[in-house]
């Protein structure tokens, strides 16, 4: 089955403690990005990758990091997450337009 | 900047009756309109898009419709059922290949 999955699904953790959610497709896509959704505001991208070694900063990527070493995977790092990172992450893999998106993982930072 | 955006935040309908979901953008380049629907708990998932040279595009029980004079795009849902209960996302495909997605309009079906 074509999919795109994320872990873990739900996570609380404190202030500080370094922190990976990993993403994982089997589409062989090469686009592949990374969303908060937050109340009021929508799906906002925080990174995304064109490629294998090619990532680009989203419209809030501060406080986060990514890598690519592999096509099918494309992990988000908080190296010191804050209470502000709080929020629902969303995991997308691309072919032209059409997205395919995890089924999000929770985040909450004490 | 460029923006795609949505009139109404909440839609109650009639469960058989038909919804109509809109949504405003402002980049007129964007190649792209595409609507997805996020059920409680889940992810976004495409229901259907449509190329900025055409005006209508149906699918199973979706219509899009497009209106670049006015800069509109609607979703229309015929006989809306329990199951179309959701949030509805429009988005755009801009010149840059970003995607940017609106708030969200999210659909109650009354019984």
């Known amino acids: 089955e074509a999919q795109v999955t994320q872990n873990p699904r739900y996570l609380i953790t404190v202030t500080g403690k370094k922190l990976t959610v990993t993403c994982s497709q089997n589409?062989?896509?090469?686009?592949m990005s990374w969303y908060r959704q937050d109340p009021g505001l929508g799906l906002r991208q925080i990174y995304y990758?064109?490629?294998?070694?090619?990532?680009d900063k989203g419209d809030v990527p501060e406080g986060y990091k990514v890598s690519r070493k592999e096509k099918r995977n494309f992990p988000l790092i908080l190296e010191s997450p804050s209470p502000n990172q709080t929020s629902l992450y969303f995991c997308?893999?691309?072919?032209?337009?059409?997205?395919?998106f995890g089924p999000g993982t929770r985040l909450t930072v004490l | 900047g460029e923006s795609v955006g949505l009139h109404l935040p909440t839609l109650s309908v009639q469960e058989g009756d038909n919804s109509i979901i809109n949504c405003a953008y402002s980049?007129?380049?964007?190649?792209?309109f595409i609507w997805y629907k996020q059920e409680s708990g889940k992810g976004p998932q495409f229901i259907i898009d449509?190329?900025?040279?055409?005006d209508k595009r149906q699918g199973q029980r979706v219509t899009v419709l497009l209106n670049k004079t006015v800069k509109h795009l609607s979703l229309q849902i015929a006989a809306t059922q329990p199951g179309d209960s959701a949030v509805y996302f429009c988005?755009?495909?801009?010149?840059?290949?970003?995607?940017?997605f609106g708030k969200g309009t999210r659909l109650h079906i009354l019984p």
């Open positions: 997308a893999s691309r072919q032209g337009h059409e997205q395919f």
């Open positions: 589409m062989n896509h090469e686009y």
């Open positions: 990758s064109m490629n294998v070694e090619v990532t």
């Open positions: 980049n007129s380049a964007s190649d792209y």
């Open positions: 449509i190329r900025s040279n055409m």
């Open positions: 988005a755009e495909n801009d010149r840059d290949d970003k995607i940017i």
